[in-house]
């Protein structure tokens, strides 16, 4: 059994278009586990006008949930965060500490407008930088913008930021250009780590070709560098060399 971290789930039940019960959230853990990863981060949509979720509400989901998670045999270890959607609330609220970190508190998980990245995000991804908070990019591949010009998420890279590849994405599950990016920015090198981002069990289905696709093009070295060292060094704040 491998010791994979999954950085970026919604298993966490009710909360937002995650796993809709606990059942669904607990079959998801379960079937993750069977998938090699020994932590599972529970990252719930904190998104003002979508899911109005704030640090105080996912805690007190989170802590009605875990009970349930301890008691089911065959789940791996869990923890929680957020996928903080990129505006002034949010912002705001990771520069004042109201956001909801990764454990340990060094580095954040973040969504984008799917068709183009804010004015002046560089600046404020390396301002992050400076407040010792590591930016992780959600699933680029899914953004329009970066179908268009790659370059723009090196350009991101280069102030700090990290990518977190969608590894459903391999799979064809957001459509044949996610998967074309997602391959081309796995040939280049760009992604620093890679996760499930499921929803419902049935995603598993896709995240497992995701892993096998990397596994038959680039090695079971590649596999562990995108789910186990990555996610470890990105966890501790650090950019995986």
Not at 11 to 39: K, S
Request: net charge negative; aromatic share 8%; glycine share 8%.
């Amino acid at each position: 059994m491998a010791n994979f971290i999954d950085l970026h789930c919604h298993w966490l039940p009710g909360i937002d278009d995650g796993a809709p019960t606990v059942e669904e959230g607990l079959g998801m853990l379960v079937g993750l586990r069977l998938l090699g990863f020994e932590l599972v981060i529970a990252t719930p949509h904190m998104r003002p006008g979508l899911f109005d979720n704030d640090r105080e509400a996912l805690t007190q989901a989170y802590a009605r949930v875990a009970p349930h998670v301890a008691k089911r045999a065959g789940t791996p270890q869990v923890e929680l965060s957020s996928e903080h959607y990129f505006d002034d609330v949010v912002i705001t609220r990771l520069r004042s500490g109201h956001g909801l970190p990764y454990p340990g508190g060094h580095a954040v998980l973040l969504e984008f407008y799917d068709i183009d990245f804010p004015i002046a995000v560089d600046h404020q991804l390396a301002e992050l930088r400076r407040l010792g908070i590591l930016p992780v990019i959600a699933h680029p591949e899914r953004y329009q913008i970066v179908w268009r010009k790659p370059e723009v998420l090196e350009r991101l890279v280069d102030v700090g930021a990290a990518t977190l590849l969608d590894v459903a994405a391999l799979a064809g599950k957001y459509g044949r250009q996610p998967r074309r990016s997602a391959e081309q920015l796995l040939e280049a090198g760009v992604y620093h780590a890679a996760c499930s981002d499921a929803h419902r069990v049935r995603d598993l289905r896709d995240v497992e070709r995701g892993m096998e696709l990397i596994a038959k093009r680039y090695g079971d070295e590649e596999l562990d560098l995108l789910f186990d060292d990555g996610p470890r060094q990105l966890l501790a704040g650090r950019i995986p060399e």
